[in-house]
């Protein structure tokens, strides 16, 4: 089984639709990220969480919250969606003092 | 603020042979880590190879390795023995150790196509 997985991995919608993405990981990693890819960009940040109680914004929060539900379990919802939020959406995991980031793999959203 | 510059595009590579992709980054800052992701088609996002900013020797990884050249700035990832399978696009990253988020700055990346 993988270890950061994500649901769902494809999802259309319609503007000002509210969506949720969730992620869920069996690494036992503390930290846990939301990054959003978009043609000819790399990924860029848009929340981080360092424990259930802790969550932080990224470069590109605008338009999006995030829950962390359990140490294993971070979602991001899109209040009300636009098209220019269709995008291939990750999320990450990393160990507390640990360097490198595990993405999972990936949902691929649009917005109509 | 941080910047990672990857210059080639696409770039085509024969099975077997070695690649190199260029990646330079732009940082004021003295403590921080390099990363190369692989992506194939299928869409997820695979850690290759890390190097630390005072890392001496250069990270190897299998077939990967890291150039680290520290006073240009630039972080060039090796593929030797080129494989089918190693066609993707290729993404260069960092982490500045001084933020306390943890982001991973990207490049726009480069596609690599390996011919048989």
């Known amino acids: 089984d993988a270890d950061v997985t994500q649901t769902p991995r494809n999802r259309i919608t319609k503007t000002g639709k509210r969506i949720m993405l969730e992620c869920s990981q069996t690494?036992?990693?503390?930290?846990m990220y939301w990054y959003r890819q978009d043609p000819g960009l790399g990924l860029r940040l848009i929340y981080y969480?360092?424990?259930?109680?802790?969550?932080n914004k990224g470069e590109i929060s605008d338009g999006y919250s995030v829950s962390r539900q359990a140490q294993a379990k971070f979602s991001l919802s899109l209040e009300s969606a636009i098209p220019n939020q269709t995008a291939l959406y990750f999320c990450?995991?990393?160990?507390?003092?640990?360097?490198?980031?595990?993405f999972g793999p990936g949902t691929r959203l649009t917005v109509l | 603020a941080q910047k990672i510059t990857q210059t080639q595009p696409g770039m085509f590579v024969q099975e077997k042979e070695a690649v190199t992709l260029d990646c330079t980054y732009d940082?004021?800052?003295?403590?921080?880590?390099l990363f190369w992701y692989k992506q194939p088609s299928s869409g997820e996002m695979i850690f290759l190879i890390y190097?630390?900013?005072?890392?001496?020797q250069n990270a190897t990884e299998g077939r990967y390795s890291l150039n680290f050249q520290k006073a240009r700035k630039s972080a060039n990832l090796v593929i030797s023995a080129s494989q089918l399978g190693d066609s993707a696009m290729y993404f260069c990253?960092?982490?500045?150790?001084?933020?306390?988020?943890?982001?991973?700055?990207f490049g726009a990346g480069t596609t690599v196509t390996v011919r048989a």
């Open positions: 940082t004021s800052d003295q403590s921080y880590g």
């Open positions: 690494k036992g990693h503390d930290r």
């Open positions: 969480s360092f424990d259930v109680k802790d969550i």
């Open positions: 190097q630390g900013s005072y890392d001496e």
């Open positions: 990253a960092m982490r500045d150790y001084r933020s306390n988020d943890y982001k991973l700055s």
């Open positions: 990450a995991t990393s160990d507390s003092g640990a360097d490198t980031q595990y």
